[in-house]
Nanobody, 121 residues
């Protein structure tokens, strides 16, 4: 019913930048919070950043201002601008969206398939 498709991952040198995008499509009445999570090999999935439909943001403490999350509500799209990338940022990055498929339905949680970000030293 609802699909999240990420793009923008890849290989970058330390200190470089990447911009991730995630588009939500399908049977959507309203998209509430959207966010990015990441999972490195052998580690649990962790929060990167979240943004509400009103634009309020929340970031993981470890980012220290290097990443910026934004969204375009007209396109049901969320972005993650990643600057000053470090090798420890290497992970699969997943998009998450909390979606109402009908006006009075409950909020459902959806995930993208993930996009690989690799930062070389």
């Amino acid at each position: 019913q609802v699909q999240l498709v990420e793009s923008g991952g890849g290989l970058v040198q330390a200190g470089g930048s990447l911009r991730l995008s995630c588009v939500a499509s399908g049977s959507i009445f309203r998209v509430n919070d959207m966010g990015w999570y990441r999972q490195a090999p052998g580690k649990q999935r962790e929060l990167v950043a979240v943004i509400t439909s009103g634009g309020r943001t929340n970031y993981a403490d470890y980012l220290k201002g290097r990443f910026t999350i934004s969204r375009d509500n007209t396109k049901n799209t969320v972005y993650l601008q990643m600057n000053s990338l470090k090798p420890e940022d290497t992970a699969v990055y997943y998009c998450n969206a909390k979606v109402l498929v009908r006006r009075f339905s409950s909020e459902n949680d959806y995930w993208g398939q993930g996009t690989q970000v690799t930062v070389s030293s």
